[in-house]
């Protein structure tokens, strides 16, 4: 004799499946964009430390510092 067993999931069952994947999948992106989000923050933060970056304004800018000026020539101002 033989038994077959048939197993029936409705679509209703796949459909929850399937959005809970989503979710989750939603989750774990949102949460790996943010970690990116503040790693992109702090090299900013860094490169603007080794450079002498400032904000102003919105806009980044470089701070130069002149520290002596020496004449290079004989005609030199």
């Known amino acids: 004799m033989n038994s077959t067993t ?3 999931t409705t679509v209703h069952d796949n ?8 979710k989750e999948g939603i989750k774990e992106g949102a949460h790996d ?3 990116g989000i ?5 090299n900013i933060s ?5 450079n002498h970056l400032y904000q102003k304004g ?9 520290e ?6 004989p005609n030199a101002i």
């Open 6 to 8: 048939t197993t029936t």
């Open 15 to 22: 459909n929850d499946s399937t959005l809970h994947n989503i």
């Open 33 to 35: 964009l943010k970690e």
């Open 38 to 42: 503040k790693d992109v923050a702090h």
């Open 46 to 50: 860094k490169a603007a430390e080794h």
């Open 58 to 66: 919105g806009h980044l800018s470089q701070k130069t510092t002149v």
């Open 68 to 73: 002596s000026v020496e004449p290079i020539g």
